[in-house]
C-alpha cells in the first residue's frame, strides 16, 4: 500500500512542476513584451519632446534670413502703397453720395406731395368761397353778409398762403433737381475713378501674389525651425520698429537700424556668433555683414 501511495504521488509533483515552469515562462514572456512596450514608448516620448537643437549661429541665421524675407514682403506692400486705402475710401465716399442723393430724392417727392395736397386745398377753399358768395347773396342783414364777407376773407388769405406754398415747393424742388443732376455726375466721376484703381490694384496684386505666396510659404518653414521666445521677440521688435527691421547687419562700425555707434569688443561677440546681441540703443537684434553674403541675401 505504501508503494502505491508512492507511485501516486510521484506524478503529481512532476505535473505541478511543469506548471510551474510554464507559469514561470510565460511570466517572463509578459516582461519581456512589457519592457519591450515601454522602451519603445520611451523613446518616442523623447522625441517629441526634445526638439532639434539649434546653434546661436544656426538661430542667428534663419532669423535675418527671416527678416530679408519679410522685407520683400513689405516692399510688395509698398508697391501696392495707399491703393487699397484710395479703393475703401472712394467706395465708402460712393455709398456717402449715394445716401444723399436719396435725401434728394425723397425731399423732391415730398415737395410734390405738398403741391398736390395745397392744390386739392385751394379747389377746396375755392368752392367754400363760391358758396359763401352765394349765400351773400340771400342775407337778411347787414352783420350776417359782414360775417360771409369776413369767411370769404380768410378762405382767400388761406388760397395765398396754399399758393405760396406751392411756389416754395417748387423752388426747392428745382434747388434739389440741379443738387441731384450734380451729385450723379458726381458719383459717375467717383465710380470711374473706383474702376481705375481698383484694376490697378488688381493688376498688382495679380503680378504679386504668387511671389508673395511663395515668400510666405519660405516663412513658414522658417518660423517651424526658431524658438518660440525668439520668434516672438522678433516679432514684437519689428512690430515696434518704424521700417520693419528687426535683425539688422553691422555698416560702418554701426548699427543700421538706428546709426548708433557699436563699441569694437561688441562687434567682435557679435562677429563670434556665440550670443544673440541686440543694440543698445534701438533694441534690434545685430549681425555682422559678411553672414549676408554667406547666406547669398
Same mark, same amino acid.
Given at each position: ?17 511543469? !506548471?510551474?515552469?510554464?507559469t ?11 519592457? &519591450? ?24 541665421? &534663419?532669423? +535675418? ?11 510688395i ?26 435725401? +434728394? ?10 403741391i ?32 360771409? &364777407? ?16 406751392? *411756389? ?11 443738387? +441731384?443732376?450734380?451729385?450723379? *455726375? ?12 481698383? !484694376? ?16 510666405r510659404?519660405?516663412v ?11 520668434? &516672438? ?7 515696434? !520698429?518704424?521700417?520693419?527691421?528687426a ?5 560702418r *562700425?554701426?548699427?543700421s ?23 543698445? *540703443? ?16
Amino acid at each position: 500500500m505504501a508503494t502505491k501511495k508512492k507511485t501516486e504521488t510521484a506524478p503529481k509533483k512532476d505535473k505541478e512542476v511543469k !506548471a510551474e515552469k510554464i507559469t514561470t515562462t510565460t511570466e517572463k514572456k509578459t516582461q519581456k513584451a512589457a519592457k &519591450s512596450v515601454a522602451t519603445t514608448e520611451k523613446a518616442e516620448t523623447v522625441a517629441v519632446q526634445e526638439p532639434q537643437e539649434f546653434s546661436i549661429e544656426e538661430r542667428l541665421k &534663419s532669423l +535675418y534670413r527671416l527678416q530679408k524675407i519679410m522685407t520683400k514682403i513689405d516692399n510688395i506692400k509698398i508697391l501696392r502703397g495707399d491703393l487699397p486705402l484710395e479703393v475703401q475710401d472712394l467706395k465708402d465716399e460712393i455709398v456717402g453720395l449715394q445716401t444723399r442723393l436719396e435725401r +434728394y430724392s425723397e425731399s423732391i417727392k415730398d415737395c410734390e406731395k405738398k403741391i398736390a395736397n395745397n392744390k386739392n386745398s385751394i379747389e377746396e377753399s375755392k368752392i367754400k368761397i363760391g358758396k359763401k358768395k352765394a349765400q351773400q347773396k340771400d342775407v337778411v342783414n347787414n352783420r350776417e353778409y359782414e360775417i360771409l &364777407s369776413k369767411e370769404i376773407e380768410n378762405l382767400e388769405l388761406d388760397v395765398q398762403i396754399f399758393d405760396k406754398g406751392i *411756389n416754395e415747393a417748387n423752388a426747392e424742388i428745382e434747388t434739389r433737381k440741379v443738387e +441731384y443732376d450734380e451729385l450723379i *455726375n458726381i458719383i459717375k466721376e467717383k465710380k470711374d475713378d473706383l474702376q481705375i484703381k481698383e !484694376a490697378e490694384l488688381e493688376q498688382i496684386i495679380v503680378e504679386t501674389k504668387k511671389e508673395e505666396e511663395e515668400l510666405r510659404m519660405e516663412v513658414k518653414e522658417l518660423e517651424e525651425n526658431i524658438d518660440v521666445r525668439l520668434l &516672438s521677440a522678433f516679432k514684437r521688435i519689428r512690430k515696434n !520698429a518704424r521700417n520693419g527691421l528687426a535683425v539688422v547687419p553691422i555698416e560702418r *562700425n554701426s548699427c543700421s537700424g538706428c546709426f548708433s555707434q557699436i563699441p569694437p569688443q561688441r562687434q567682435l561677440d557679435i562677429r563670434q556668433r556665440r550670443k544673440i546681441i541686440v543694440c543698445e *540703443n534701438c533694441g534690434r537684434i545685430i549681425v555682422d555683414y559678411e553672414m549676408g553674403s554667406e547666406l547669398n541675401l
